[in-house]
């Protein structure tokens, strides 16, 4: 509707605009009501929304709209029925005008007509014309009748309305005061509310108290400046000294506060004054300010709040002027205006400075009027030249625009003018631009002045302001700083003007200082005076009077409590670089925390890139991120972080699925319900989102200083993005993040950090932290290791039941029971499972009938070092009438086995399987033998250097394998590769080992205690001899490493014995490992027996559990569970099966103690730093110590000597849950350590605060901890990018680490952090700038990383000489191998294109090595084909040379089995003596172990040759869950090798390829002639399963 057509049109009272329906698919501007009762249109409506609120322009109510927007608040209908009717009656008039006029023009048209013809034709009859007479009364009585009954109709309708629209006023009346009504309450509860606020009304006590805070502020601060400059002398030049000193010491005066002002009251009060009009009524709620009284002083008796006399603050501010006129109370003013002057009136300040002294009945007026007193003086006192600046009364142009607002500590937007560093700078308030070029105009008007030129008269003096050319036409006002004279050396405070020779001064509108030169050419004093006028003026009297209003722009500032991360090398020139180019020349907001002698300290926040975020960049935060600078003092930082919400918490004591995404223990995991949907498009969403955003989009969305606890989408190690938490800042740039909507934690750099959108943002955090609510710890306090990794397991992202059990608080984790899910078997608890594997323990009051067997406390506990095997027999033995004598035999070292008397129920342990008639097993009761054994023969064999001795079989040796000594038995001659079988005599299993780890056993130590036994009463089922593969699995899958109980059928000299053997099955009940032979029918019994299962008593259970412990942990097969036998009575088999009841202990019980680990050390950051080496450990790791760990140290000793004065009292120890201890060292002084083995009467500790592993006697090691609070000193270091020869670091190599690091301080660059504290830095070490890594790989101990290599930009390592020594090496050495490139990668054709391939090699079923035949078949380097190459290499062969170096992948020429050499790379050592290596063939795929001999170097020309063999993934098929085979690939034991041969045969066609990816690894589907998958028949077969 048109306003302009119809005045009376209903406007919107905020924009003046008119309201419009919605017409021809145009969206109307339609009236709607907001909840306060106001209306306004939808337009101004959008334009106000912020986050769903509305804040009401009138009442300034936020208000919440729906959830569909502002469209879906209620249109007010009132006002759309009066645009509808005017609507209607405008269309109305236009119909009846146009009607109108075509009558008219129509009678007129007649008339006309009428008038051609009047002479034409004759007189009308008079008749005709008295029957149309008669015709226009009959329709004239017709039209009567209708209008009658119009009338009447129009008059019920209009009594009807008047009815209708008197409800519908008086409804409105009645909401219109209740909404009053409201309104008052309203206010009523917000003047309340303010009441809170009160304190802010007493300013006097509130600036004593400020001050009081800021003495305790300033005196805190300044104690912590001197115990830094205490604690780093260097400081000191970034603080002044004395200043801190006087601070410290300037006594504390009660008379320089005033204590008087807290008896003052606060002079509010609170108005009413109502005025009732004829059709409106005004009332006036409102708080005034009187003069403050005593809090002693009640209010006069006469004081009327309605009757107040002192002028309103609107009367104050608007009506100060003398034509100003009050609105009119005869005409309300229109909307538009009422919203005008409503903004006006809020737009003054509440402090405002005039007087009230008259009605207070303007709605208008604001709630709280304050006085305040201006200090006049002030105006014309001088400028000053410091931090005061800042100060509005300083700025008198300020004051008197804003002069009521307090910016100490407001921000304000600044632009940075000059910088000498992060601690020097200058700003300019961007507020005062048009003051700045209004002072630049009045200083180049005065310039221009003859009375501002220097004469020969002038003086210039130190200190004095004049005006300098900054250019051409610029003029600016400086101060004088420094004044050389002519024919003088140093600086002199005043001269004449014509004998300048220099001058230097400082800009004080800008903060730079700079040097101006006077060169004269003549030499006169002329010339002199010339030159000075070229390039300064001075400033008389008058031109001071006439500036002096202007204080001087450039503020001297410096980011508080910020000094160089070096202090001792000042500012770095990177730091000033970066400070320049966060602020730019761009306006910064700048905020003041105080300040320092001249300085303002500030804060310097950029606004963001991204508009829509909130967050603003703090240049100190960012100086400090990037490690250029670092703060000086605790610093609080700024806004509260964006904080995801909490996940959506379960229902308790309800079942739901949900799969278990992150696991720390099992009192520390996190879950995602399946039921949430939500979470199942978020990720999709997230990587469309993020990975898809332009160049623009991604600089918008980019953090550059990453708050700690803020919100935001991090990259994961899978290139995916997702919702993550900043936790804190490592150092080196990069930020710990917690995946909220998974639960695990990364370190990661901030380039794979963006900023998060609203709509990510929205969703609660999916991860749920959870515990399990039913186990603890076996040892009360730590989670295992091995019951960590069973969890994992159990339940790392694998779909689970979940039944919450209570409720916590957020921060705390949810307690609930985890079932494993399984589609044919029960659902089972897994805390029942870790119990029942004793890795866990019930809490107090929980029991399950699975887990009701005691524990073995053997299996627990270690026995007391002191007493030795004793302790060990007395647990362990089964015999309960063990005599003395027999304890005493067994404290006697025995190199040989011999069996106990009593033959029944022996506690065993099986060490190794080959079938059921051969197995080895060791007696639980010489485990201290075992232990001791292994002692002794390290002693003896471990220093002894390599012997040639002629090994035969039968001969006894001591054979190193997997780190440890053990005594072994030659089962046959060595080889030629000097390779020969050996059985181990404790463990009964056979190695291959080399004879390099050979020594010669002593005839004492020569013997073994393991027994070879065999299953007695059964024999190979199907008429065999030999055991089948099937039942040697099996029972070596049960048995193998598991404890047992055996009973000796006969004693005999022969091996293997004959016994029986019960087992402990995953119930906890015992069963006959041969009747569960035979009832699989993988044996037969010799004679018939009764099935039978022997239940172990209650009370024998306690002394005789069996826990089956896998060894085997990577095997795949499954096997059914042993089934029970029924069994018979006890009674009716104790004859035969008793189970013995262990005798009473008589030995002394040890004290069960626990102590944890020292705290882990304290990391250093990324970068380089000093450290000073400890000790070299058998792995390679270096332990090392950093500059100030070494002063901790010497601090450390002396603690520990003053509290550690006497020997604790020596006792007896169980040693198995000891972590952390106290030790006596070598040298007599206490140290602490940590134990790491217990090794019989001896332990293997380790100094934490050295890095130093021993062996030392037990007697020596206490279970206490000493300094605890300290955290470990040492530092463990690993080598970057390096590998040592053979997979692990030799004996000569670590001597060599040894003798060139311990005790010596070398330089280490840290290059990686590691997760885990306590795991060793990833880091490089240098020797007189000499890389360590480089040294190593120079004596042949090590080999480059070549992936690492190419990161860092570096090649492989030449064997250079390390040293340069002044020698003639000509015609020694040969000439230098070139260094070759990659092989050349065929083209493949793009994703989906099918082409065909020649399959080469084949390693599994779906690991294969195939050449694309199109495109690379004929390829022709220099006219020859790589066949023609390979000839002709090979007929001169002997003209190439040998290889002499040997990069990790480094092409070269190796011989096949036909005589012939290909080419081929290098992949590792696979020996020493002698040196092989493993080669790859690379254009057929196949592998093969060769000497050096064997090995040449390959012409650069051959490797223009794309590889004819590409290795790849064929997809969609993977290894069968269950494979029934009986032959499997041994180096991939999930494929068998009737897979692998099916697979060959199905490939013997001609196969066409399609890829379908390159990364991570190629991966292809193949098809054969038919177009059909090629590896469909193995998935028919049961030989593989689809993916």
């Known amino acids: 509707m048109d306003r302009g057509d119809n005045p009376s049109a209903v406007v919107c009272k905020l924009c003046g605009e008119a309201f419009t329906l919605p017409e021809n698919e145009v969206d109307g501007n339609l009236p709607r009501v907001l909840l306060c009762g106001h209306i306004y249109c939808t337009s101004c409506l959008l334009s106000i929304h912020r986050n769903s609120v509305i804040k009401c322009p009138e009442c300034e109510v936020e208000l919440t709209i729906p959830e569909g927007g502002v469209y879906e608040l209620q249109e007010d209908s009132r006002i759309i029925g009066l645009i509808y009717t005017a609507k209607m009656n405008k269309m109305k008039s236009l119909r009846w005008d146009r009607s109108k006029n075509h009558r008219r023009t129509k009678l007129q048209t007649s008339t006309d007509m009428n008038a051609n013809t009047e002479d034409m034709e004759q007189p009308a009859d008079i008749n005709k014309i008295e029957k149309m007479v008669d015709e226009a009364l009959a329709q004239a009585a017709e039209n009567l009748a209708r209008l009658e009954f119009i009338h009447e109709t129009l008059t019920a309708g209009l009594a ?268 300019r308030y961007v507020a005062e631009k048009r003051e700045n070029e209004t002072l630049s105009k009045k200083i180049n008007h005065i310039c221009y002045r003859d009375s501002c030129r220097f004469t020969s008269s002038d003086i210039v003096e130190t200190g004095s302001v004049i005006f300098v050319k900054w250019k051409e036409g610029l003029w600016c006002r400086a101060s004088v700083v420094e004044i050389l004279q002519n024919g003088c050396v140093e600086a002199v405070k005043a001269c004449p003007v014509d004998q300048l020779a220099s001058i230097q001064v400082f800009f004080l509108d800008y903060g730079l200082t700079k040097s101006i030169t006077i060169q004269t050419e003549e030499g006169t004093a002329e010339s002199s005076m010339k030159a000075v006028n070229t390039h300064l003026r001075k400033v008389g009297e ?91 003092s605790p610093v609080m930082l700024g806004s509260r972080p964006q904080l995801y919400h909490p996940p959506v918490y379960p229902k308790t004591n309800t079942e739901l699925n949900a799969v278990v995404s992150h696991i720390n223990s099992p009192s520390d995991f996190y879950i995602q319900l399946v039921d949430n949907v939500e979470s199942m498009s978020l990720t999709a969403k997230l990587q469309d989102c993020y990975n898809a955003t332009s160049a623009v989009q991604k600089d918008d969305l980019n953090v550059y200083c990453p708050v700690i606890g803020q919100a935001y989408v991090a990259r994961y190690d ?410 018979p009575p006890l009674s009716s088999i104790a004859s035969t099966q008793t189970r013995p009841t262990p005798a009473p202990r008589t030995i002394m019980s040890a004290e069960k103690v626990k102590t944890p680990l020292y705290h882990p050390p304290k990391l250093p950051c990324p970068g380089h730093i000093q450290m000073s080496v400890t000790a070299v450990g058998e792995d390679g790791v270096i332990y090392a110590r950093t500059q100030d760990a070494d002063c901790q140290l010497e601090n450390l000793r002396e603690n520990i000597e003053q509290s550690m004065k006497t020997l604790p009292r020596q006792k007896s120890y169980t040693w198995k849950s000891v972590l952390g201890c106290a030790i006596i060292g070598p040298d007599m002084l206490w140290h602490r350590g940590q134990l790491l083995e217990v090794l019989g009467g001896h332990v293997k500790v380790q100094y934490v605060d050295y890095g130093l592993v021993e062996i030392i006697p037990v007697v020596h090691v206490y279970p206490i901890l000493l300094c605890p609070d300290v955290p470990q000193l040492c530092v463990p270091c690993q080598l970057r990018g390096i590998n040592p020869v053979g997979g692990r670091w030799q004996s000569d190599a670590v001597s060599l680490l040894r003798e060139l690091l ?128 390979l000839r002709r290499v090979n007929a001169n062969i002997d003209s190439l040379p040998q290889l002499t170096s040997f990069p990790q992948g480094g092409p070269c020429l190796a011989e096949y089995s036909d005589g012939n050499y290909y080419r081929s790379k290098l992949i590792k050592f696979t020996s020493l003596e002698p040196v092989t290596i493993l080669v790859q063939h690379v254009d057929f795929g196949s592998d093969d172990t060769l000497p050096t001999s064997k090995i040449r170097q390959m012409p650069a020309k051959l490797l223009g040759f794309p590889l004819q063999a590409l290795k790849v993934k064929v997809a969609g098929f993977k290894a069968p869950s269950v494979n029934r085979q009986k032959d499997m690939l041994p180096y991939s034991p999930r494929w068998s090798v009737k897979a ?11 196969i066409t390829a399609s890829v379908v990816a390159h990364e991570p690894e190629l991966t292809v589907l193949l098809y054969n002639e038919e177009g059909m998958l090629v590896h469909l028949p193995l998935v028919s077969q049961g030989l593989a399963e689809l993916e």
């Open 718 to 1127: 899978d290139k995916f993005w997702y919702r993550a938490q900043v936790l804190g800042h490592p150092g080196g740039r990069k930020v710990e993040v917690c995946y909220v909507d998974f639960g695990n934690k990364s370190v990661l750099p901030v380039s794979d950090l963006r900023k998060i959108k609203d709509e990510f943002f929205a969703p609660p955090s999916m991860a749920i932290h959870c515990c399990l609510s039913e186990v603890i710890p076996v040892d009360g306090e730590t989670w295992t290791d091995a019951c960590t990794n069973r969890f994992i397991s159990l339940a790392q992202q694998k779909l689970v039941t979940i039944v919450a059990t209570g409720t916590t608080c957020k921060t705390e984790p949810l307690p609930v029971r985890l079932f494993a899910s399984s589609l044919n078997r029960p659902l089972a608890n897994i805390a029942e499972l870790l119990v029942k594997e004793e890795l866990a323990c019930f809490k107090g009051g929980l029991e399950v009938e699975v887990a009701t067997h005691p524990v073995d406390e053997s299996a627990l506990w270690d026995p007391p070092l002191e007493l030795g095997v004793a302790t060990k027999s007395a647990v362990d033995a089964p015999d309960q009438s063990t005599t003395r004598e027999q304890k005493k035999k067994l404290l006697e070292f025995q190199p040989l086995l011999n069996l106990p008397a009593q033959l029944k129920d022996l506690k065993v342990r099986v060490s190794h399987v080959n079938s059921p008639s051969s197995f080895y097993v060791q007696f639980t009761e010489f485990d201290s033998q075992l232990e001791r054994m292994c002692e002794e023969v390290k002693k003896e064999c471990e220093l002894l250097e390599p012997q040639d001795v002629l090994w035969k079989a039968g001969m006894y040796c001591a054979a190193h394998f997997n780190g440890v000594w053990e005594r072994g038995q030659i089962c046959s001659d060595v080889t030629s590769s000097n390779i020969t079988e050996v059985m181990l005599c404790d463990h009964g299993s056979k190695v291959k080992l080399h004879v390099s780890n050979l020594r010669p056993l002593p005839t004492s130590l020569a013997g073994s205690l393991a027994v070879e036994c065999s299953l007695s009463d059964i024999r190979p089922a199907g008429g065999r001899s030999t055991w089948t593969a099937t039942a040697c699995e099996l029972i070596s899958h049960y048995l193998t490493g598991a404890k047992a109980y055996i009973t000796i059928k006969e004693l005999t000299d022969e091996r293997p014995l004959p016994v029986t053997l019960f087992y402990c099955n995953d119930i906890g009940q015992f069963v006959n490992i041969t009747e569960f032979l035979a009832v699989e029918g993988l044996a037969l019994r010799e004679k018939n027996q009764r099935d039978v299962v022997v239940p172990i008593p209650q009370e024998t259970e306690a002394q005789s559990p069996v826990s089956k412990k896998q060894t085997n942990g990577d095997k795949k097969n499954t096997y059914p569970a042993p089934r029970l036998v029924p069994v």
């Open 160 to 427: 009807k309305q008047v009815k209708i629209e008197r409800a519908r006023l008086e409804w409105e009346i009645k909401q219109a005061a209740d909404k009053a009504l409201h309104a008052i309450q309203k206010w009523k509860d917000v003047q309340l509310n303010q009441l809170t606020k009160l304190g802010a009304q007493f300013s006097t006590s509130q600036a004593e108290v400020f001050c009081a805070q800021e003495r305790i502020k300033t005196l805190k601060i300044a104690m912590q400046m001197a115990r830094e400059v205490r604690r780093v002398p260097f400081l000191e030049q970034y603080c002044t000294l004395d200043k801190v000193l006087r601070t410290l010491q300037a006594p504390v005066d009660n008379k320089s506060f005033n204590m008087k002002c807290v008896t003052m009251g606060s002079g509010m009060s609170c108005v009413f004054q109502s005025e009732g009009l004829n059709q409106s009524l005004s009332l006036s709620l409102k708080m005034e300010v009187s003069y403050p009284k005593l809090l002693s002083e009640s209010p006069s008796k006469g004081h009327q709040p309605g009757n107040s006399t002192r002028k309103s603050s609107w009367q104050c501010a608007a009506g100060s002027n003398s034509n100003s006129t009050p609105p009119s109370r005869d005409k309300p003013p229109t909307p538009q205006k009422q919203y005008q002057e409503s903004a006006r009136a809020n737009s003054l300040s509440p402090q405002s400075s005039c007087p009230s002294n008259s009605s207070a009945s303007d709605p208008g007026s604001p709630d709280v009027i304050i006085e305040e007193l201006l200090d006049e003086e002030q105006e014309h006192a001088l400028p000053p030249t410091g931090p005061e600046l800042a100060h509005d009364k300083w700025r008198v142009h300020r004051r008197r625009r804003n002069q009521f607002v307090n910016k100490r500590n407001v921000a304000q937007w600044v632009i940075v003018t000059h910088i000498v560093n992060p601690s020097h700078f200058y700003v």
């Open 542 to 632: 008058a031109e001071n009077v006439e500036l002096g209003h202007f204080a001087p722009q450039a503020i001297r500032c410096s980011l508080k409590d910020l000094v160089p991360y070096d202090p001792t090398k000042g500012w770095s020139e990177e730091a000033q670089f970066e400070f320049h180019s966060v602020v730019d020349s761009a306006a910064v907001e700048m905020r003041p925390l105080g300040q320092d002698r001249d300085f303002l300290l500030v804060d310097l926040r950029k606004a963001p890139i991204d508009q829509s975020s909130d967050v603003a960049i703090s240049v100190r935060e960012y100086l400090v991120f990037i490690e250029v600078a670092r703060f000086y």
């Open 1540 to 1550: 692998a041969m099916d697979m060959i045969d199905l490939l013997h066609s001609d």
């Open 1302 to 1429: 311990l005790k010596r301080s070398v330089d280490v660059e840290v290059m990686e952090l590691p997760t885990d504290p306590r795991r060793p830095l990833t880091v490089e070490v240098f020797l007189d700038g000499q890389s360590l890594s480089r040294i190593l790989c120079h004596h042949e101990h090590a080999s480059m990383d070549r992936t690492v290599s190419a990161q860092k930009g570096l090649s492989v390592m030449s064997p250079d000489v390390l040293d340069d020594w002044d020698m003639d090496t000509e015609g020694l050495r040969g000439p230098e191998e070139p260094m070759l490139g990659p092989f050349v990668l065929p083209n493949l054709p793009q994703k989906g294109e099918h082409f065909q391939v020649r399959v080469k090699h084949l390693l599994t079923p779906n690991e294969l090595f195939l050449w694309p035949l199109e495109g690379t078949a004929y390829v022709e380097v220099d006219g020859e084909t790589l066949d023609e190459a």
